[in-house]
């Protein structure tokens, strides 16, 4: 009988093990707020010495109005801004996003190199690959949300595995950026 009961219990266990096993991880790059969702969360590493460092994610609004990213704040950097990219009269330029990134309704806004991305001024200490940067986003509706930056390679263009439908690198440009 205690034969038994023990091939049993070996038995649940072991089915157990092969359930969490076989389960696919939580989303740990997700993050939910209000009516928002942030994905893909992301910076590239710095050369030592550097005082700037970008920011990129995707967030989705699925609510039924729209909300706005107005800034941010990280313990490694003085200063987070909202920044946009673009390409006018052939030159490329950067400017802050005074009035922040409205995110509307049923849409996706994606910071990217080469786009809208957040500008992480005066680092305190250079971003490493492999890092986890912690960055507080700050929305006009859902209020504050921290989430966690993966810092990839130096020159990295996407967050690692961020694959296209056809299984390509994503490698969207903001709209009229020519390389």
């Known amino acids: 009988m205690q034969i038994r009961m023990l091939s049993l219990a070996s038995i649940a266990g072991a089915i157990i093990a092969a359930c969490l096993i076989t389960l696919p991880p939580a989303r740990a790059d997700e993050v939910k707020a209000g009516d928002l969702m942030i994905t893909q969360a992301w910076s590239r590493a710095t050369p030592g010495g550097a005082k700037i460092g970008g920011g990129y994610l995707t967030i ?17 950097a003085s200063k987070v801004e909202v920044h946009e990219m673009a390409m006018n009269n052939g030159v490329m330029t950067m400017r802050p996003l005074d009035k922040g990134l409205t995110i509307e309704p049923g849409k996706t806004a994606k910071l990217a190199p080469g786009g809208y991305h957040l500008m992480m001024f005066d680092l305190k200490r250079p971003l490493k690959q492999g890092d986890k940067l912690p960055v507080t ?35 969207k440009m903001p709209s009229g950026t020519k390389m």
């Open 60 to 76: 989705e609004n699925k609510g039924s109005a729209p909300d706005r990213l107005i800034g941010g704040s990280a313990d490694i």
């Open 137 to 171: 986003l700050e929305f006009e509706k859902a209020g504050k949300v921290t989430i966690s930056l993966d810092v990839q390679g130096v020159g990295a263009q996407a967050p690692a595995g961020s694959r296209n439908k056809d299984g390509k690198m994503d490698m």
